[in-house]
């Protein structure tokens, strides 16, 4: 399997991911971009192709229980765009087909630590993206405060009339 076609496998998923959940560092909700670098760094040293799968049957299934006995969607089984599939299902049909295009276990294994590591690259952009949205959206938040708060002019400048309400 070449790069390209890894990459490839990528690009498939990409418009099914819901990015917003990707951080520079990952929480209870959000996902981690070295995550991703994690998982290409296992695949290097891992045997098995099961051994990976079970990984993230594993962090999907870490659910939270809030204070009110409600399960909470952890980062891992977050719902993507569809509002049905996991993030950890769908890396999971990537990591299928990146099984069944590869010669034999090894070359799998080193297909899946290229796929994790691309998927590392995405994240970080993602991550970038999301952090500069924030930023933007507070921005606009201090803006909107500074506007709203204290001194009101009513039509007048001069300093007198600041802050009265008739």
Request: net charge positive.
């Amino acid at each position: 399997m070449t790069k390209q076609e890894i990459i490839g496998v990528i690009n498939e998923a990409v418009p099914k991911i819901k990015t917003d959940i990707f951080k520079e560092e990952g929480d209870k909700k959000n996902i981690g971009c070295n995550q991703f670098r994690e998982l290409a760094n296992i695949c290097r040293h891992s045997d098995c192709y099961e051994e990976i799968e079970m990984l993230i049957r594993y962090n999907e299934a870490k659910c939270i229980e809030n204070k009110k006995g409600v399960i909470v969607r952890s980062s891992w089984a977050a719902y993507m765009k569809d509002g049905k599939t996991s993030l950890a299902s769908l890396l999971r049909c990537c990591m299928n087909t990146i099984r069944d295009r590869s010669e034999n276990e090894e070359s799998c294994m080193q297909n899946l630590s290229l796929l994790f590591g691309y998927f590392y690259w995405n994240a970080r952009i993602w991550a970038a993206e999301n952090k500069v949205a924030q930023n933007n959206a507070k921005d606009d938040d201090n803006k909107y405060r500074n506007n709203n708060n204290g001194l009101r002019n009513n039509g007048n400048n001069d300093s007198k009339s600041r802050g009265r309400k008739w």
